[in-house]
């Protein structure tokens, strides 16, 4: 193969091409081997930007995934403004259209200038400088190029030329040269330093662009004067009014993300994460694309950030800064929706509230209940007590309370979990055991962080750290009749062969799981906390729990539907209190609105019940607060023929404290704080408070009396005139606690 010479005016230039040609012989074969075709070019082009869109296609985020340097996607020649096209020509490559790869008349110029000692622009052309972007070894070197350097470099332009499509050479070119900084090609720099597409730019930019091109780090003032010069080849006559002041400010403009929607960031590392384990990015055989499709939906994923918005807005007065909310698929576990953050602090924003670890409050109820219907220990019809109980710890007693601060007696376990009664769950939570409901919570995928002992009772009241994701995802599996699988980023169609196996399994069982949903679906059993005309109570079926920490730092509303799972967080990323938000004031006007948008047109039905189940009347009778009779579910071999539930057994007078208790007092906390509360139920108004034989006041029924612990073995009674109604011994333990320092 020879090199083609066009121009009638090649013959004068035979005596400097002559030793060119010689050299070029011996590399031309090694040169064309190494060569790439225009598709494989494509192929194997990464973008360091990872467009990520939703499950229908719509752009919804874009990731950086490689920080050496900034390339885009890659852009047409058909779509790259005609203006930048010329300007690029123009300085770079001025016969480009009409040279064969090398552009000899500039290569004699070069030479008779050097020899001259003159100066003049380069005779390197678009290919040749293509050539040396394809391939490091025709790359120039810091100390400049060698004799056969550029020989080589010729022979490998020639070559391009012969395979590729002139159009095809600039359009690489455009794509592939470096500009400024780490931006690598045209898109890049577009959407960089001028904020718009690369068929937007118009003639001015075009001229900066192209200077660039020529010295991607020069000066303001040099990349000011080279863009003129272009500017003026482009427009012969016109002059650069307002050139320097755009180069200036263009110039001062920092790398960012890309123009185009930006909704799911915290979903994003999510997503990315997945996709690596999926193989992506990992070899040449499995490179990361272009764009990625995952399982979000656009529109459900704007929905959720609004609506949270909104309620964080509403809140605002109330010492709320943010929220967290998650939309999961029942039957696939896809991830729809999720909004890691919307608070307005800068610092909650890093926060990604769906995968922080906060004390769920409530929303484990449901489970500890499941547990125990599972076992045959209790049935939505069995009794539970509502009342003041103490249960011993390794740091002391634990007393847990309700959220109005009173009790209900004797309930029902259908009302005690719709109502969210603290004290039955405990109870229930005793009756299963820490440990026992620890294995339960960590096969759910909860992952607590500690073995159940060490929550202790408080663990069926929310002591132990989760996840919104995981929470959610374990009330998905309350959707699925107890089956279990994890949350999914990534449509089968995109994981690929690579992507783990979905794995499945069952961890609760169906009837007990079916339970457990219908009260959370009724609106009467929750009556006693919520009201009749709450924000849980929706339209179409729907089950669903609140729960709020301890120092209520935390908020939460999970619940399904017959199609979705939502969960939802409100609080404060740094896990300071809120002010007076409670269940259904903080996160469950979310889940609720929410929920009645997915289901616009589409109402949720109610499941039907699995075998095992029987439904039956059941009848409350013989104790002053009974329920009113209903239908009720059992698993088969809990119903009895005739289901009447009678009085419980009468309670002690003495409601608080509890016969045997002991208490010990820390001499460092204030008096106040650790004064002893001495309660009774209705009764005559005649009844006091005796204490070691001495009268210590009058005792009515809700009027508690606080009494200032003293340490030692104390016997407490409730008289009636002179008859003792009740006693109970309790002890009190440790020094006496100091009194406050006057001021």
């Given amino acids: 193969?020879?090199?083609?010479?066009?121009?009638?005016?090649?013959?004068?230039?035979?005596?400097?091409?002559?030793?060119?040609?010689?050299?070029?012989?011996?590399?031309?074969?090694?040169?064309?081997?190494?060569?790439?075709?225009?598709?494989?070019?494509?192929?194997?082009?990464?973008?360091?930007?990872?467009?990520?869109?939703?499950?229908?296609?719509?752009?919804?985020?874009?990731?950086?995934?490689?920080?050496?340097?900034?390339?885009?996607?890659?852009?047409?020649?058909?779509?790259?403004?005609?203006?930048?096209?010329?300007a690029i020509v123009l300085s770079e490559d001025q016969r480009f259209w009409a040279h064969s790869g090398v552009d000899w008349r500039a290569v004699a110029a070069s030479a008779w200038a050097n020899a001259w000692n003159q100066r003049t622009r380069g005779a390197s052309t678009v290919t040749m400088q293509l050539a040396g972007l394809l391939d490091e070894a025709q790359a120039r070197p810091a100390d400049g190029r060698s004799l056969t350097g550029k020989v080589r470099q010729a022979v490998a332009a020639t070559e391009l030329e012969r395979r590729w499509r002139k159009s095809d050479i600039l359009e690489a070119y455009l794509n592939l040269v470096p500009f400024r900084g780490e931006l690598v090609g045209l898109h890049a720099l577009s959407l960089t330093l001028f904020d718009k597409h690369p068929s937007g730019l118009d003639a001015q930019e075009s001229a900066i662009a192209a200077a660039l091109v020529r010295g991607p780090n020069a000066a303001p003032a040099v990349v000011s004067q080279r863009a003129c010069q272009v500017l003026r080849q482009m427009q012969p006559g016109h002059g650069c009014a307002g050139l320097s002041l755009l180069v200036q400010s263009t110039l001062r403009r920092k790398g960012g993300m890309p123009m185009g929607e930006q909704a799911a960031p915290h979903a994003a590392r999510q997503i990315l994460q997945a996709a690596r384990d999926a193989g992506m990015g990992q070899s040449a055989q499995r490179p990361w694309p272009a764009t990625l499709r995952t399982t979000l939906d656009a529109g459900m994923q704007r929905l959720a950030t609004q609506l949270l918005k909104q309620q964080l807005a509403e809140l605002g007065r109330r010492d709320v800064e943010d929220g967290a909310v998650i939309v999961l698929d029942n039957a696939t576990g896809e991830v729809l929706a999720w909004v890691g953050s919307a608070g307005s602090l800068a610092s909650a924003r890093e926060v990604d509230g769906v995968i922080a670890r906060r004390q769920p409050g409530s929303t484990l109820k449901p489970f500890v209940y499941e547990l125990a219907f599972e076992r045959r220990l209790l049935t939505p019809a069995s009794l539970l007590d509502d009342s003041p109980v103490?249960?011993?710890?390794?740091?002391?007693?634990?007393?847990?309370?309700?959220?109005?601060?009173?009790?209900?007696?004797?309930?029902?376990?259908?009302?005690?979990?719709?109502?969210?009664?603290?004290?039955?769950?405990?109870?229930?939570?005793?009756?299963?055991?820490?440990?026992?409901?620890?294995?339960?919570?960590?096969?759910?995928?909860?992952?607590?962080?500690?073995?159940?002992?060490?929550?202790?009772?408080?663990?069926?009241?929310?002591?132990?750290?989760?996840?919104?994701?995981?929470?959610?995802?374990?009330?998905?599996?309350?959707?699925?009749?107890?089956q279990w699988s994890?949350?999914?980023?990534?449509?089968?169609?995109?994981?690929?062969?690579?992507?783990?196996?979905?794995?499945?399994?069952?961890?609760?069982?169906?009837?007990?799981?079916?339970?457990?949903?219908?009260?959370?679906?009724?609106?009467?059993?929750?009556?006693?906390?919520?009201?009749?005309?709450?924000?849980?109570?929706?339209r179409g079926f729907t089950a669903v729990k609140t729960g709020t920490s301890k120092d209520m730092r935390?908020?939460?509303?999970?619940?399904?539907?017959?199609?979705?799972?939502?969960?939802?967080?409100?609080?404060?990323?740094?896990?300071?209190?809120?002010?007076?938000?409670s269940g259904t004031t903080g996160a469950a006007p979310v889940w609720s609105r929410l929920m009645a948008e997915l289901h616009r047109g589409h109402p949720s039905r109610a499941p039907a019940a699995p075998a095992g189940l029987i439904e039956q009347p059941v009848q409350f009778t013989?104790?002053?607060?009974?329920?009113?009779?209903?239908?009720?579910?059992?698993?088969?071999?809990?119903?009895?023929?005739?289901?009447?539930?009678?009085s419980p057994p009468a309670r002690r007078a003495i409601l608080n404290p509890q016969d045997g208790a002991i208490y010990a007092l820390d001499p460092d906390i204030p008096p106040q704080v650790q004064r002893l509360t001495f309660e009774t139920g209705a009764g005559n108004t005649r009844r006091s408070w005796w204490l070691d034989g001495k009268h210590l006041g009058p005792a009515h029924g809700g009027q508690a009396?606080?009494?200032?612990?003293?340490?030692?073995?104390?016997?407490?009674?409730?008289?009636?005139?002179?008859?003792?109604?009740?006693?109970?011994?309790f002890e009190v333990r440790g020094a006496a606690p100091r009194a406050p320092a006057k001021s």
């Fill in 390 to 482: 103490q249960l011993p710890t390794t740091n002391g007693l634990y007393t847990p309370q309700n959220y109005d601060r009173s009790f209900k007696g004797w309930v029902s376990v259908r009302q005690a979990l719709g109502s969210s009664l603290n004290i039955p769950a405990v109870r229930t939570g005793a009756m299963l055991g820490e440990q026992a409901l620890a294995q339960r919570l960590n096969a759910l995928g909860l992952a607590l962080k500690e073995p159940g002992g060490f929550y202790g009772p408080g663990l069926a009241l929310g002591s132990a750290e989760v996840t919104l994701r995981d929470l959610a995802n374990a009330y998905r599996a309350l959707a699925q009749q107890g």
């Fill in 1 to 86: 193969m020879t090199l083609r010479v066009a121009g009638a005016r090649a013959g004068r230039r035979a005596p400097l091409a002559a030793p060119l040609v010689g050299i070029a012989l011996s590399l031309l074969t090694s040169a064309a081997f190494a060569l790439p075709t225009y598709q494989q070019i494509r192929q194997a082009y990464t973008p360091s930007d990872l467009t990520l869109l939703d499950r229908h296609g719509q752009p919804i985020q874009t990731l950086r995934i490689d920080h050496q340097a900034r390339r885009l996607s890659w852009v047409g020649l058909q779509d790259i403004s005609p203006a930048l096209r010329t």
């Fill in 622 to 646: 013989g104790w002053a607060q009974a329920e009113p009779a209903r239908q009720e579910w059992f698993i088969q071999g809990t119903q009895q023929a005739v289901w009447r539930v009678q």
């Fill in 486 to 538: 994890p949350v999914r980023w990534l449509p089968a169609s995109t994981a690929g062969s690579t992507s783990p196996p979905q794995t499945t399994r069952r961890v609760m069982q169906a009837p007990a799981v079916y339970q457990v949903t219908h009260i959370l679906a009724d609106n009467s059993a929750r009556a006693t906390t919520f009201g009749l005309d709450s924000q849980l109570a929706t």
């Fill in 705 to 729: 009396l606080r009494w200032l612990p003293w340490p030692g073995r104390h016997t407490l009674e409730l008289r009636e005139g002179r008859t003792v109604i009740d006693r109970i011994r």
């Fill in 554 to 581: 935390d908020n939460w509303c999970l619940g399904y539907s017959e199609r979705y799972t939502v969960g939802v967080w409100v609080g404060n990323a740094s896990g300071a209190p809120m002010q007076a938000v």
